[in-house]
């Protein structure tokens, strides 16, 4: 069908046309016969080759897709099987050996094959419709049986010095040809290499035959191709290890010896005594491992010493070696003793230590990690001399360590070292270096005083001997007075002076002597005044309610150091400074005022503060309030980083806590708190998914802490606090926590035992519920008991009173005689009460008095 017509009615412009003009009319089914004509209508089958052929086994794809000029023409296509059955498209939820799948957005019908079987070999043609035409397409697929291995096991063993054969038997259909490869070279039938049909035959196998082999095989008919890696391993008899033949170990300790072998597969290891030919893995005090080859002696004694012989098993092979074994006795110091010696003359310390071998000796001064070494140290100022003597069966070693122009650094205890094979003893001496007196501990502040207030004025002398202290003032010995005391004649001394004249202000030396000199130090004492006008005070931060300045105080040359800085404020309005509110920062704090009036102006004046008292007031500066606006960001209570994480003490609870912000104008009425799951995503932190959050709401102003409940143990959380007011909610404080491991628990935390108070006031109470009962029952059936007394005595007063209160109120009433009740007491009578007071009249119930 080409796109040109013989008739010459209609042109070849009508192959061009729609079905449809551009005006909506309708074209005569001859054009469209002939637009149909223009182009070729048929299906196409992917892969397109007209045959094909497949591995039993594997999966198979085709599809069937129209190809025409309007694919809306085309109907769905179908596939049919070798028996021209159709194939259905597989249920939900299922996936049969064959079934099809439409795409009819593309025109597209998939056939799929999940295990192709020689059964399902043959013609599967795909159909279709356009405009009633039909349209087909097929395809021949054909089977063949893939490379299957069926005796070569990837991991073979053959033993050093004999034939072996690496076994790969292979199948297929059509048969396979088989090659061989050694790490990617080919082998071919030689002097060592034989290939049979059913593997490659090595002889004389050696260690350099170890490695992978490939068995490599294809059918030429199919073109497919298979290779199988076989690791061939060679067995190797022992071959012991190259080490030392003479072991030292330790008397009245444990020791291990270690023998080594190299072979293939590791070889096991046994021990015996070569001079009592003992198995010591059956003996006491000895234990052997089979696998290391190691041989433990539980408790070395001296006659453990002599040859051990190990030996090697495996299945190649034995071999053994011969070890000599020298047990030795640990250094012991007998010796060691203190020494003193004057700075700059020579001291010496000398340490004895005896064992086999000779101990090796050393020094080390016990404040410094480094040993001295044999020989001078410090330029030759530190000198160590060692030696060395025989003594009965052990050997005696002696150390002096000689320092010469001792100095105070010098001083302090010397560790001396004495150690052999056998192990180490350690023994402190100390050497004291005596020196004159120095002061350079203290320090030279000014002492000061004001309004005669009385002044401790300290001596503190260090040497060696302890020096002697004597006080002068002017350069002329210190006399007490009743405005001067002396405490203390040295090493400690201090002066006690009351400046009640400013005279007694001055210079006070301390001089300090012992045997080996003297020294002085000196002490000013100066008379204070309050400190002068602040530098500056400039502001920083400011909120709706609050404002923080930066003070910069007066210079302290005059006084003692500044402790504090105060301020006054008032509104601008205001000039009255008497009616200003203070508020005071200790020094080096943040200086902050709060709770102030938002869009209002304020005066601050500032004034520094020593010991003497406050200083004058400085220039006031003025300070606009912005207007109100949501609460500041919360503080975390502890200084944490927003982006550090946080690990938990318990696996299901959190305890945030914070500090109240500024509330800018508007009072706080609530906090919210808001968690969520979190990971660490290339060093960034992102939620794990928005509807695991949960947001709760603490409807209070107060509240500085909240613990978050609920929470999964070993899991990250990213934290938030923000407070609101009625303009809004402040930035979040954030915070990272990763809660303890454990169980996942309950949102409550497990309630704490009674205390030992509440268990007594317990036994108490039940102690009282038992004697009102039996109280209760003396009452009921025998009218006794504390409550039967009790009813008894209302009963006698309510009669007395009814007899007293029908008396005429304006004679006074007479005592019933001696037991009379000497009390005030009360009555109630119509709704009012009437006092009475022993030995006097009752006064009446409408009494006015």
Not at 198 to 204: D, Q
Not at 261 to 283: D, H
Not at 548 to 557: A, K, M, R
């Amino acid at each position: 069908m080409g796109g040109e017509i013989d008739n010459p009615i209609y042109s070849r412009k009508c192959c061009r046309f729609s079905r449809f003009s551009s005006k909506g009319n309708f074209f005569p089914p001859a054009c469209l016969r002939i637009r149909w004509g223009c182009s070729a209508q048929n299906l196409r089958i992917f892969p397109m080759q007209k045959q094909q052929t497949v591995a039993v086994g594997k999966s198979v794809v085709l599809t069937c897709q129209a190809d025409a000029s309007d694919p809306a023409l085309v109907s769905q296509p179908q596939w049919r099987d070798p028996k021209g059955q159709i194939i259905n498209e597989a249920a939900s939820g299922t996936r049969p050996e064959i079934y099809t799948e439409p795409m009819p957005a593309k025109q597209l019908q998939l056939l799929y094959i999940s295990s192709i079987t020689p059964a399902m070999a043959g013609n599967y043609t795909c159909e279709a419709t356009f405009t009633n035409m039909p349209l087909s397409a097929s395809v021949i697929l054909d089977t063949f049986v893939a490379i299957t291995w069926t005796n070569a096991n990837e991991n073979q063993y053959a033993t050093k010095g004999k034939d072996f054969k690496v076994m790969c038997e292979v199948t297929a259909e059509p048969a396979p040809s088989v090659d061989w490869f050694k790490e990617g070279t080919p082998i071919l039938t030689g002097d060592r290499y034989v290939i049979d049909v059913n593997g490659l035959l090595i002889k004389s196998i050696e260690e350099s035959d170890d490695g992978t082999y490939t068995c490599r095989a294809v059918v030429i008919q199919t073109g497919e191709l298979a290779e199988r890696n076989i690791k061939l391993e060679v067995y190797t008899a022992p071959e012991m290890e190259e080490r030392e033949t003479r072991v030292v170990i330790k008397e009245g300790e444990s020791a291990s010896i270690t023998c080594k072998a190299r072979g293939k597969p590791p070889p096991t290891y046994s021990w015996i005594k070569a001079s009592t030919r003992e198995n010591l893995g059956t003996a006491s005090r000895f234990s052997v491992n089979e696998i290391k080859g190691l041989l433990t002696f539980d408790r070395v004694e001296a006659g453990d010493y002599g040859k051990y012989i190990c030996s090697a098993v495996n299945q190649a092979g034995h071999n053994e070696t011969e070890i000599e074994v020298e047990v030795l006795v640990p250094p012991k110091i007998f010796e060691l003793y203190n020494t003193t010696a004057a700075e700059k003359t020579e001291g010496r310390l000398e340490c004895k230590a005896s064992g086999r071998p000779a101990p090796r000796i050393s020094f080390r001064k016990l404040s410094s990690s480094e040993r001295l070494l044999n020989g001078p140290n410090d330029d030759g100022r530190i000198i160590i001399e060692t030696s060395n003597r025989q003594t009965g069966d052990q050997m005696q070693s002696s150390a002096v360590i000689t320092i010469t122009s001792l100095n105070r650094t010098d001083d302090g205890l010397y560790e001396c070292v004495a150690e052999n094979e056998g192990g180490e003893a350690r023994k402190n001496g100390h050497l004291t270096v005596q020196f004159k007196p120095t002061f350079d501990h203290m320090t030279n502040v000014p002492i000061w005083s004001w309004n005669s207030q009385p002044v401790n004025i300290s001596c503190i002398a260090e040497s060696i001997p302890n020096a002697t202290i004597k006080w002068k003032f002017h350069d002329v010995d210190l006399i007490e007075s009743p405005q001067v005391r002396i405490y203390g004649s040295g090493p400690i001394s201090y002066v006690t002076v009351t400046p009640t004249d400013r005279s007694l202000y001055g210079v006070y030396k301390c001089l300090a002597t012992n045997t080996l000199g003297e020294a002085e130090h000196i002490n000013q004492l100066r008379e204070a005044f309050p400190p002068g006008t602040v530098t500056q005070a400039k502001q920083e931060t400011i909120t709706a309610t609050s404002v923080s300045f930066n003070i910069v105080g007066p210079p302290e040359e005059m006084g003692p150091p500044i402790l504090a800085y105060t301020t006054q404020y008032k509104e601008n309005g205001n000039y009255d400074w008497n009616l200003a509110m203070n508020r005071t920062w200790s020094a080096n704090s943040p200086y902050i005022v709060e709770n102030l009036r938002p869009m209002f102006s304020y005066d601050f004046r500032f004034a520094a503060v020593n010991r003497v008292g406050v200083g004058s007031w400085g220039a006031p500066i003025t300070v606009i309030m912005p207007r109100r606006s949501p609460p500041e960001q919360p503080k975390w209570r502890e200084a944490v980083s927003s982006e550090s994480l946080i690990h938990g003490k318990f696996a299901d609870r959190y305890e945030l806590q914070w500090k109240v912000p500024a509330h800018n104008g508007e009072p706080i009425d609530m906090y919210e708190i808001s968690y969520c799951p979190v990971m660490k995503v290339s060093g960034e932190w992102r939620i794990s998914g928005e509807s695991d959050c949960l947001t709760e709401e603490l409807k209070s102003y107060e509240a500085i802490n909240y613990e978050v409940r609920g929470l999964q143990p070993d899991t990250r959380y990213r934290m938030h606090v923000r407070a609101h007011n009625i303009l809004g909610y402040s930035l979040p404080a954030q915070l990272y926590v990763q809660t303890a491991l454990g169980v996942e628990r309950s949102g409550f935390a497990p309630p704490q035992l009674l205390s030992s108070g509440a268990i007594v006031g317990i036994a108490l109470a039940g102690v009282l519920i038992c004697l009102l009962i039996v109280d209760l029952l003396l009452f009921c059936f025998r009218r006794q008991g504390v409550i039967a007394t009790i009813c008894g005595k209302r009963v006698k007063t309510h009669k007395d009173d009814e007899t007293k209160l029908g008396r005429d109120e304006k004679e006074p009433l007479k005592e019933t005689g001696d037991d009379a009740i000497k009390r005030n007491s009360s009555v109630e009578f119509d709704g009012r009460r009437v006092y009475a007071t022993s030995g006097g009249p009752i006064i009446g119930k409408n009494s006015a008095v």
